[in-house]
């Protein structure tokens, strides 16, 4: 059912409570979390192994993210944007939040967009104003000699023809041309894999890497397999052929061959140490630099309250029907120009947020906002992801949290919530293993959810007549009773826990219960009371 708006000028008199944070900050301010599951999913596939120790090699992406998570224009998406986070080697997004598999998170095209002078604003959408990035490719800012994003541009270095495989690369850029070295030569590198893609041809070194195998972390433990499950996904194709240059690097000169592809740029250093001779440079700190600037101090931020629960039901709270209350406590987030894009900063400001003393039935939610869609002063917030409740008791919160994060904001009246498609608190309670039985209570029905053996074993011979027994281990399923939630039943004592657990001796369907003298005991204890003349009358195998 959709939430319906109350009177928020209660809000005068609420405790508001104000939480200041940066909505944005460079990856020197401190460490950021990640902004969706799926980033932290392909930072740890390769960056997991080197951080713990495992193995010593380069890094892909980073050992974490060089700024926050946040919203960019990108007109083919939903509501215009796309979830965006910067590491120092790439900047990973979210085009399309219902997509799935590796490519659900792409990193982005920042070599060509530095290259060519523009930002990406859709599939076909750009902004030209920037002229091409200044910014050296490799080596140390001070490397007077070492090429430029820009130089790729004035060179017209796309567009030059490929070497042929086997070929021993020799050149480099001098002031206004392409020229060869012997010195250079002696290398011994070579062009390796020619792409007809973008007719380029990457070399020997890179794309040994970009095939290459090791220790990753996978499926929640480390495997050895290929770091890249496509060669192309980290890079994309070559754009440039390979050329040296000589270089500071860490103060010294050094030779290094480098080559741009779509997404990096790679460097090959001969007299670095095994496992650092292939780097992908910091095209994500270039690219957030030039874009943005240090401290992307342009973006505009503003402060909207996120609704959290205080269980002891405080008088300055907004009451709800568990005899708890909920708090708004002002947090920062991004601006946005539409009401959608205000509605979704907000929600993903509440899921997975912490605080010292008040419930958040969001705090471990695996979830994000998907999109938002708002018809006649109804906004539908669609999540996806996963949403686990700690209990009965946090299925009233989620919803309430959720609705009134929503609809504080002006031309929203009603909000509801879908996860994954579906209502948010339908699949929170629907199992996937173990047998569902339906009671009746005096013309009421109500399903209790159990994966407990024994259960099962005397649930089945209940129903076939042949047990008089107890039972043990079951949940209450949320919506399953008239009142639309767990409680109030006019039978139960307790209206946020109905679990029956091994404290209640008897069956629900037996009478007299062992439990109707000494009720006001165990409900007490343990929250539960099994009615006398519950009735059996349907079982399901979830199996």
Known sequence: MPFKKRFLAVLAGLLALSVAAPAFATHENGDHPFGDPRFEERRDRTERPVIEGHVDRTWIWGPGPYTEAFMEPYA??????????????????????????????????????????????????????????????????????????????????????????GTVINQYLAMTSIEESEEYGAHGIEAAAHVSETNHTVAAPFWEFMNSTGLVWEGGDLVADNLFQNPFYATGYPITEAYWTTTPVDGESQDVLWQCFERRCMTYTPDNPEGWQVETGNVGQHYYQWRYGDDHDDVATENVYIYLVD???????????????????????????????????????????????????????????????????????????????AGVGDHPRIEQQLAHTVTQFDGIEEAVGLLDGGPIIEPLGAPADGVMATFDVNGEQFKVWTINNQTIADLEAMEAGDLDGHFPYGTVVLESGEAGFNAPWDWHMDPTDVSITDSAPEACDLSPSALESSRFFHVSDIGTYCPSDAELINLVDLQ
Request: glycine share 8%; aromatic share 8%.
């Open 311 to 389: 269980i002891e039901g405080s008088d300055d709270g907004i009451p709800m029907e568990t005899g708890e209350s909920l708090i708004p406590v002002e947090v920062e987030v991004e601006a946005h120009d539409t009401l959608e894009g205000r509605i979704s900063a907000a929600v993903n400001a509440l899921i997975g947020y912490e605080h010292e003393w008040l419930s958040n039935a969001y705090s471990d939610a695996d979830a994000w906002v998907d999109s938002v869609t708002i018809t006649n002063e109804l906004a539908t917030v669609h999540l996806t992801g996963e949403i686990l409740p």
């Open 76 to 165: 083919d998406s939903p509501d215009g944007e796309r979830m965006v986070q910067y590491f120092d080697k790439s900047r990973m997004e979210i085009n399309d939040p219902n997509a799935e598999g590796l490519w659900s998170v792409t990193n982005g095209l920042l070599v060509v967009e530095m290259i060519e002078g523009r930002f990406q604003t859709g599939d076909n959408d750009f902004d030209y104003s920037p002229d091409p990035a200044d910014v050296q490719i490799a080596g140390d800012a001070a490397g007077a000699e070492s090429p430029t994003y820009a130089d790729i541009a004035s060179f017209e270095l796309r567009d030059v023809d490929p070497l042929a495989e």
